[in-house]
């Protein structure tokens, strides 16, 4: 079964400064890795895929790096509108958990 | 516009049955795999099932695996998923959602959500 473990579980920060969440996988995932976004209210939202290309209108400051077990998502500059939960998803074992737990990004 | 729309959600009893239904429109919804995510109260999410765009081959999570059956009817542009022995765990919004990737025999990435549909298992 494929582990995904997302750090930090909540993160503080300020609008203007830079965000970065991790996702540990429990083995290699290569690069199949996915980030969303949620907000309350609202559907999830495909940031990122195949851990670094942008999806569909996405603003440049969301990125994606990494491979095999190490991935992470950065945002830039955080607009006001960035606060919410970040998941990360893998691709790879489909009759286990895909889902991280999340990352809650929230307003310092 | 691509759009999905839920239905079939309400309240059911323990042991009970459901049928939710997604209706697509604005993409050829035949050339997709489709999936149903969940989310249940205060938690994260959950992948529970998925099914090609032939409807030829269905995947389940463990957790659902044996409860439910996924199917589609591509004429209709419909994604219908039935779950039986419904447990209070089972309560949550359900989304439907489109793969990202055309032609795909099994989900990958999920770049349209429907708003969802509320399942409460409850006596």
């Known amino acids: 079964d494929i582990v995904l473990t997302q750090s930090p579980a909540t993160l503080s920060l300020s609008p203007g400064e830079r965000a970065t969440l991790s996702c540990r996988a429990s083995r290699s995932l290569k690069n199949y890795l996915a980030w969303y976004q949620h907000k309350p209210g609202q559907s999830p939202r495909l940031l990122i895929y195949?851990?670094?290309i942008r999806a569909t209108d996405i603003p440049a400051r969301f990125s994606g790096s990494g491979s095999g077990t190490d991935f992470s998502l950065t945002i830039s500059s955080l607009e006001p509108e960035d606060f919410a939960v970040y998941y990360c998803?893998?691709?790879?074992?489909?009759?286990?958990?895909?889902f991280g737990q999340g990352t809650k990004l929230e307003i310092k | 516009e691509v759009n999905l729309v839920e239905s079939g959600g309400g309240l059911v009893h323990p042991a009970g049955s459901l049928r939710l239904s997604c209706v697509a429109s604005?993409?050829?919804?035949?050339?997709?795999?489709m999936s149903w995510v969940r989310q249940a109260p205060g938690k994260g999410l959950e992948w529970v099932s998925g099914?090609?765009?032939?409807?030829?081959?269905?995947y389940y999570a463990d957790s659902v695996e044996g409860r439910c059956t996924t199917s589609r009817d591509n004429s209709q542009n419909t994604l219908i998923f039935e779950m039986s022995s419904l447990r209070v765990e089972d309560t949550a919004v359900y989304y439907c959602?489109?793969?990202?990737?055309?032609?795909?025999?099994?989900?990958?990435?999920?770049?349209?959500w429907g708003r969802g549909t509320l399942v409460t298992v409850s006596s």
């Open positions: 998803q893998q691709r790879n074992d489909w009759l286990r958990g895909t």
């Open positions: 099914i090609d765009g032939s409807g030829d081959l269905t």
């Open positions: 604005g993409f050829t919804f035949g050339s997709f795999a």
């Open positions: 195949d851990a670094s």
């Open positions: 959602v489109k793969d990202l990737i055309i032609g795909s025999s099994f989900p990958r990435y999920f770049d349209v």
